[in-house]
């Protein structure tokens, strides 16, 4: 009788820790990098997505990069992750920690940047939702907003130079992260 109840006991807490899901983050899909895909972008969210959950509940980068690196290296060594190395998966998983610990430091930040950055790459927004190509929309984004710094700031001056002679405002790379972010969400 004993051993009944504690199977059903037991097959009870089973039951319901299936139907439970752990609330896991997405990476933000502005902080992927270029040479990613979106296969080796799903793993990565499926073997750290809790630290990107607490990441954006206050959790440091110095406490969350070396969890993400953990799991990743495991998962490599386990044969786990379909063939992508840790040159693609770490940059991912790094991205995704700096995205989210930033958005959390300045949520302020973020705002006033969508704001500002919105109405300046407006009609490139319309573009890419017609159907425009969104690399030539993300380029020109950037140019806008080099240029909104310092209205001096001219790309061609800078195209057949060597790059450490480049003469580039300083911009933060909050601006950058909203203009892909609104232009992937035109996509």
Do not use: H
């Amino acid at each position: 009788m004993k051993f009944k109840r504690i199977l059903t006991v037991l097959s009870i807490i089973l039951v319901m820790s299936i139907g439970c899901t752990a609330y896991a983050s997405d990476i933000p899909r502005e902080s992927i990098p270029e040479n990613a895909t979106e296969e080796s972008v799903v793993i990565v969210e499926r073997v750290i997505g809790d630290i990107l959950s607490e990441v954006q509940n206050g959790l440091g980068y110095g406490v969350a990069m070396p969890k993400a690196n953990l799991r990743i290296r495991k998962l490599i060594l386990a044969g786990e992750s379909s063939g992508f190395g840790y040159g693609i998966l770490g940059p991912i998983a790094q991205n995704a920690v700096w995205q989210y610990r930033d958005m959390y430091l300045r949520p302020d930040f973020y705002r006033a940047a969508e704001e500002k950055v919105a109405p300046l790459i407006r009609d490139l927004i319309e573009y890419v939702r017609n159907g425009g190509s969104y690399e030539d929309a993300r380029k020109q984004a950037y140019i806008r907003i080099l240029q909104n710094q310092d209205a001096s700031f001219n790309p061609e001056d800078c195209y057949m130079t060597d790059f450490c002679y480049w003469d580039i405002p300083w911009v933060d790379t909050a601006y950058f992260a909203v203009a892909r972010k609104l232009l992937l969400s035109a996509l």
